[in-house]
């Protein structure tokens, strides 16, 4: 490319970034006008809090979560019609965000506060002072139960607003981390065909949507471990938005896929680039559990392949194998895959392009990350 070229190209780079932030001014302003107004006039219903499960180690615990305007979306059912899945996604879509209110959460000994941002967000990173969380009501898997409470009076007479939170600290059993991208991945969703992919997502629920062959054996296995006892945690990492977050843990819950973190990402106007969301998820996953291996899992429908490579071969001997779903591909798209699986090999990592489920299932049991 010529340096006038590689000019124009940051030019057009500044001119997007600039109107990004400007549309993003413009979104915070219409919010905060819209929130105050509805507060002042009492029209703001009755608020919940919503937390995601949280992650950690004995000594560090992220949670994320957020306070919003219930919508009373109901559970989901196999008979409900199409108009009926779209109203409950549009109303999912359009979450009425709580800004600038206070969330105490409560785990174990330890009390912290905090407050939603713009977009009613919340998130808490607790560090433990003697090193070692106290785990009075782990589950099996190394699930345990902390307390959210709003601490703020967002209407009058609201009542006492709480909720529980799950937080996965992985047993000490633990070999592996599996790191997953949910779309064309776990749940079929079309990426590559944007019409059907529009309609499977607007018109589908939880219990209509359907898995990919073969994987919950997949990922209960990797679980599992070789001695089919080690609990390992499993990771979901997408660029879905957080309003999707209870469609996507009720599939997983349906489809007795492990439970697992979601590490989604806002959706607006305001957020930034997503490009490198995933890459900065699983580096920081990398960070925070430094004696595991992780398998990496995702599709080639978009850029998962060349991610995955490149976590490969910047943490040397921390991945232990890489399995791409391949999905329909021009032959320009195939040799760009062959390309990234000759440099995986390079750096000693298998990435395997795969059909099935099973496929990738044989080969973990083969090379000693599932029992057989």
């Known amino acids: ?34 929130h105050g107004v509805k507060r002042r006039f009492g029209w703001i219903d009755p608020v919940e809090i919503l937390p995601y499960r949280g992650f950690g180690t004995r000594s560090r615990v992220r949670l994320v979560g957020r306070v919003v305007e219930a919508k009373g979306l109901g559970a ?19 979450s009425a965000e709580i800004p600038g209110v206070r969330v105490s959460l409560q785990f174990g000994e330890v009390r912290a506060e905090t407050v939603t941002d713009h977009e009613g967000y919340f998130e808490f990173e607790l560090l433990s002072e003697d090193g070692a969380f106290p785990s009075p009501t782990a589950a099996a898997g190394g699930w345990h139960e902390a307390a959210l409470c709003l601490e703020s009076e967002v209407s009058p007479g609201q009542g006492r607003v709480e909720a529980r939170a799950a937080i996965m600290i992985p047993d000490d059993e633990a ?11 776990v749940i079929q969703t079309h990426v590559t065909n944007f019409s059907k992919m529009v309609r499977v997502t607007m018109l589908g629920n939880a219990l209509t949507r359907l898995p990919f062959e073969g994987t919950t054996d997949l990922y209960c296995a990797l679980a599992a471990g070789p001695r089919g006892n080690a609990r390992n945690p499993v990771f979901y990492v997408s660029k879905s938005p957080w309003n999707l977050y209870d469609l996507l843990v009720d599939f997983l819950d349906r489809h007795r896929v492990p439970p697992g973190p979601l590490l989604l990402r806002d959706w607006g106007i305001h957020a930034q680039a997503s490009l490198d969301f995933k890459q900065r998820r699983i580096e920081q996953l990398l960070a925070l559990y430094p004696a595991l291996r992780f398998v990496l899992i ?34 320009k798209r195939h040799a760009e895959l062959e390309a990234v699986a000759a440099r995986a090999r390079a750096a000693g990592v298998e990435l395997l392009l795969l059909k099935h489920a099973h496929e990738a299932l044989a080969h973990a049991r083969a090379h000693g990350l599932a029992a057989m």
């Open 1 to 34: 490319m010529s340096n006038e070229a590689t000019e124009r190209q940051r030019k057009r780079q500044r001119a997007v970034a600039l109107l990004r932030r400007a549309a993003a001014q413009v979104e915070l302003g219409v919010g905060r006008a819209k």
């Open 175 to 185: 070999e592996l981390a599996i790191v997953s991208d949910v779309d064309d991945t």
């Open 76 to 94: 989901p059912a196999p008979e409900d019609r199409p108009w009926q899945n779209f109203k409950r996604m549009v109303h999912r879509l359009n």
């Open 298 to 331: 995702g599709d080639s429908g978009e850029r998962d392949p060349e991610i995955y490579l490149d976590i490969v071969e910047r943490h040397p001997g921390r991945v232990a194998a890489v399995y791409i779903r391949a999905v329909h591909t021009d032959g």
